[in-house]
């Protein structure tokens, strides 16, 4: 990458202090837009809105689906944000120029069926799967995100009082546990994770099989390996539990306010997806069963 980028990047990962994945993202997309200047002999502070068009135009004829095309013009915005701050361009080429209209998919949710499938899963003759049931219900009893969930310390939960503290970006919450996810977590952390934790000092309330915090990705696997032995062929994800928690209060009769206090979203906006998704739901079961449909 041109040097200038460079300089970005490293302001982004030591100044603005990015998380790990989010660096990954911007440093894949501007190197991307990079290749694609060098490819053109252009120079990084005399691109024009007409080349950054061009790049837009570019990746779509490449058939980048509309989200990673508004995904690497924000890099990009962010790239002549920072060089306009330093004084590199004169102006930020990227002023005028509309981001691509991104059609917002619907969560993908399990049953009620499927989830209990799901949570049966975890061999809990086993250490492994004392641990793998606990993170599993604790997932779905509280809708908390991945990065959540592994960002966990023990002393996070609180089993007598039936509650979590979640810390997520500079906000705290405090999220109600049910009976089932505080017994399997009672299991865990009484029984199972003092001899999964390498080093007695180990903070993390779920640890991968060293006895350190479990990561994302590990989280991952186990999440793809359990879908694949319930028989669920739907797209399993990180996220679909945390979905499928908000679709099942909202089903039976939780309100908006109260999901969205749960999940922990700044907007009602990001919530009511929840209530459209019912629509669908109930617009589905209304023309497979009324005979006039």
């Known amino acids: 990458m041109n040097a200038l980028m460079c300089e970005f990047v490293d302001y982004l990962e030591n100044d603005k202090k990015v998380a790990k994945n989010t660096l990954q993202s911007y440093t894949r997309d501007i190197k991307q837009f990079s290749d694609y200047i060098d490819a053109r002999h252009l120079e990084v502070t005399k691109v024009s809105g007409t080349d950054i068009q061009s790049y837009v135009t ?34 930020d080429p990227t002023h005028k120029l509309k981001t691509p209209k991104v059609e917002k998919k619907m969560p993908q949710i399990l049953s009620t069926n499927e989830v209990d499938a799901f949570l049966k899963c975890p061999d809990t003759s086993m250490p492994k799967g004392v ?3 606990a993170m599993l219900e604790l997932l779905y009893a509280t809708g908390i995100k991945v990065s959540e969930l592994i960002s966990l310390n023990e002393n996070d939960v609180d089993l007598d009082m039936g509650y979590l503290k979640c810390i997520s970006e500079n906000d705290v919450r405090i999220v109600p546990l049910g009976k089932t996810a505080i017994r399997a977590l009672r299991e865990y952390i009484l029984i199972v994770r003092p001899a999964m934790i390498a080093l007695p000092e180990e903070n993390a309330l779920f640890v991968n099989c060293n006895g350190s915090r479990m990561t994302r990705q590990g989280f991952w696997k186990l999440i ?9 062929h739907k ?22 306010a109260s ?3 749960m999940l922990g979203h700044k907007d009602i906006t990001s919530t009511q997806v929840y209530a459209k998704l019912m629509k669908n739901h109930l617009r589905e079961i209304y023309n497979k069963a009324h005979p006039r449909a």
């Open 58 to 91: 570019y990746m779509q004829l490449e058939g980048k689906a509309a989200s990673s095309v508004s995904r690497s013009l924000a890099s990009v915005r962010a790239l002549f944000g920072y060089l306009l701050l330093k004084g590199k361009v004169p102006h």
């Open 131 to 133: 641990r793998d049931k």
């Open 224 to 232: 793809k390996s359990y879908a694949a032995e319930a028989d669920i």
């Open 235 to 256: 797209d399993i994800t990180p996220h679909t539990l945390r979905h499928s928690f908000a679709a099942h209060l909202l089903e039976n009769g939780a309100d908006l």
């Open 259 to 261: 999901i969205q206090e």
